[in-house]
């Protein structure tokens, strides 16, 4: 009866045991910060204060970093690009912005942290290109509507007549970027047009695809007028504007997957409980 | 008592405390299942890890380094001001129960998770610190009110010569139609066609002035945001008064402290204004115009605070963060400020 007892206990100790984790210190934590006859304000108070707030993006730099050089991912000309656009961005104020990183030295290795989480971010989408290809379509064209057949007309006589697409859609009062523009399947094209997209592998200039537009008026009136679509299919081949579709990608896919993935890749272990459950709530494979 | 007489007699109690165990097991077991991932401290050159990269690591002291400059002045001066406002005033038991009810009122209102990490953000220590926080806000805003009172008088003089400040309250009674009439010289006159009840509403209103507390009558009657809180609209000056429209500020702009309006009409209906402070004395007790005075002159409580740091033997150790916050209060003043 006694050791039955006694191991109930024990379960029940073992139960109650806390289960708080580890919190890292800093070197000389008893330093004092603000001296008081009440008690210091001390070093490890800041460090403790510091790691209350999203630092976050303060480790994810610095992880990045160690990672980016480990994937022999040189990021330096990137790194100096940066900071030059910083430089003519800011002009004379330059110098007070990297005041506040500890100089210009502080301030490009803050770029250079943020450069190395893009650079793996653009690296890991690269290495997933086939599945995002055939999720995303991706396609590079110039798309103009009109409201009227008679536009419609007016533009495919002149573009047909060997009128540059561009220079005769911004005549008619369109602003189009001229070299055209990557799209996906995602975007929020007209089903009409997607459906164009995805029953041809042909490049060039398609026949008015009509699409219907609906609105309603302030009074809840509906109406439904036709709205003619022109597309000019430029490239479908991927390899010919990766850059460009890389960028895009970007608005759909978040670099949790990314991170996830190299932090896996390369064993991150996190010995700060506080720092555990920030970077784990985010990310897969952080032990 | 042999074993076999003793096992004949307590079976039950011996049964009864097996399935406690088993039942003990499987509650503890799916504790730890579902429990949170813990993770245990790494030290390396006698120095804490923060995290291991393969052969990298990034220790505790290099996370302090890379945090420090944009984080260590306003944490340090946040947690100097809380030192000091605490020391040099005792926490009264009014101040504590008003703290305790915003506070209640706060997590009922955000929940506490929220209020926990809003708080640690300020480097205070969470949700269980709120009561503290408001006790300090309130401190603090009697340190405020005490050095310009007590400190700053002729800033204070000056201040209210230069912008003729006032803090006022209205009653609104609304009415729908208010016609705008242009007359033969073309200027424009608006012209009220209240309803009986809005007109009724109005003669009620005007019947209680003077009998009546101003602002239980704006709890009951005034039909505009403002009437929640007794009809105070804060803080006027001529700044202010552009923001409203110019019939309302051509009444308030003259008044003087305890004056009160006959009913003005602006499109929106007729306004009872209350001049509630325009001298000194009544506008220093006043919160909204203590925050213009800060918003104006915010190097004042800076300076005040260190001020009464050295006189509580409170001291920035840190030369740097020091050295930053004089340097921060030098460029304030430089500014005009």
């Not at chain 2, 003077?210 to 009809?231: I, P, R």
Request: aromatic letters at 12%.
């Amino acid at each position: 009866m006694k050791k039955v007892l006694l191991v109930l206990l024990a379960v029940l100790f073992l139960f109650g045991c806390s289960n708080a984790g580890g919190t890292a210190k800093v070197t000389d934590g008893e330093t004092a910060i603000i001296t008081s006859p009440d008690g210091n304000y001390t070093k490890q108070d800041l460090f403790d204060a510091f790691m209350n707030t999203d630092m976050s993006y303060t480790l994810l730099q610095h992880i990045c970093k160690q990672i980016a050089a480990k994937e022999g991912f040189d990021v330096e000309a990137s790194v100096e690009e940066t900071v030059e656009m910083y430089k003519s961005m800011y002009g004379e104020s330059f110098d007070l912005l990297t005041e506040s990183y500890g100089g210009l030295d502080g301030f490009k290795e803050y770029i250079r942290g943020s450069v190395s989480i893009t650079r793996l971010y653009d690296e890991y989408l690269k290495m997933n290109m086939e599945k995002y290809v055939e999720e995303y379509k991706p396609f590079k064209a110039q798309i103009v509507y009109f409201d009227t057949m008679e536009d419609v007309d007016k533009f495919l006589g002149t573009v047909n007549s060997g009128a540059d697409f561009a220079q005769t859609a911004t005549d008619m009062g369109y602003l189009l970027d001229a070299t055209g523009q990557v799209y996906t399947d995602k975007d929020s094209l007209p089903y009409e047009v997607k459906e164009y997209i995805n029953s041809s592998s042909e490049t060039g200039l398609s026949e008015p695809i009509v699409t219907v537009l609906s609105t309603t008026d302030a009074n809840g009136t509906a109406t439904e007028t036709n709205r003619y679509y022109i597309v000019n299919v430029l490239d479908r081949d991927y390899n010919n504007f990766e850059d460009e579709f890389i960028n895009s990608l970007r608005s759909y896919v978040d670099n949790a997957a990314a991170m996830s993935y190299y932090f896996e890749k390369h064993n991150l272990t996190v010995h700060d409980q506080r720092v555990y459950d920030l970077l784990s709530a985010t990310y897969e494979g952080v032990k | 008592m042999d074993q076999k007489e003793l096992i004949k007699k307590y079976w039950f109690v011996g049964l009864v405390a097996v399935f406690a165990l088993i039942f003990l097991g499987i509650y503890a077991g799916s504790e730890i299942k579902n429990r949170p991932t813990t993770v245990k401290t790494a030290q390396e050159d006698g120095k804490y890890l923060i995290y291991r990269l393969g052969d990298d690591t990034y220790t505790a002291d290099e996370l302090y380094e890379d945090l420090y400059p944009a984080n260590a002045l306003s944490n340090v001066f946040v947690r100097y001001d809380y030192m000091v406002v605490n020391k040099a005033y005792e926490t009264t038991t009014e101040m504590n129960d008003i703290a305790s009810s915003n506070a209640q009122y706060l997590i009922s209102a955000y929940g506490e998770d929220t209020i926990d990490s809003e708080l640690k953000a300020m480097g205070f220590k969470g949700s269980e610190d709120l009561v503290n926080y408001y006790i300090y806000l309130q401190k603090s805003n009697q340190f405020l009110k005490d050095i310009f009172t007590n400190d700053q008088s002729e800033l204070v003089d000056s201040f209210i010569a230069e912008n003729n400040p006032k803090i006022i309250s209205h009653i609104l009674v609304k009415v729908a139609n208010v016609e705008t009439v242009t007359n033969s010289d073309g200027t424009t006159t608006l012209v009220a066609h209240p309803t009986e009840e809005e007109q009724a509403k109005l003669d009620e209103v005007v019947s209680k002035l003077g009998t009546e507390d101003f602002a239980e009558l704006a709890k009951q009657y005034s039909e505009d945001s403002s009437a929640s809180n007794g009809g105070s609209l804060g803080y006027y000056d001529a700044t202010v008064a552009a923001g409203y429209v110019p019939e309302f500020s051509a009444a308030a702009d003259p008044l003087t402290e305890g004056q009160v309006t006959e009913p003005v009409l602006s499109q929106y209906g007729y306004h009872i204004i209350r001049c509630d402070a325009s001298t000194k004395e009544a506008l220093l007790a006043n919160d909204s115009f203590i925050a213009q005075l800060q918003s104006k002159y915010p190097t004042v409580y800076q300076k005040a605070v260190l001020a009464k740091g050295a006189e509580l033997g409170i001291e920035i150790a840190d030369a740097d963060i020091a050295q930053q916050i004089q340097d921060v209060i030098a460029t304030a003043e430089e500014g005009g400020n």
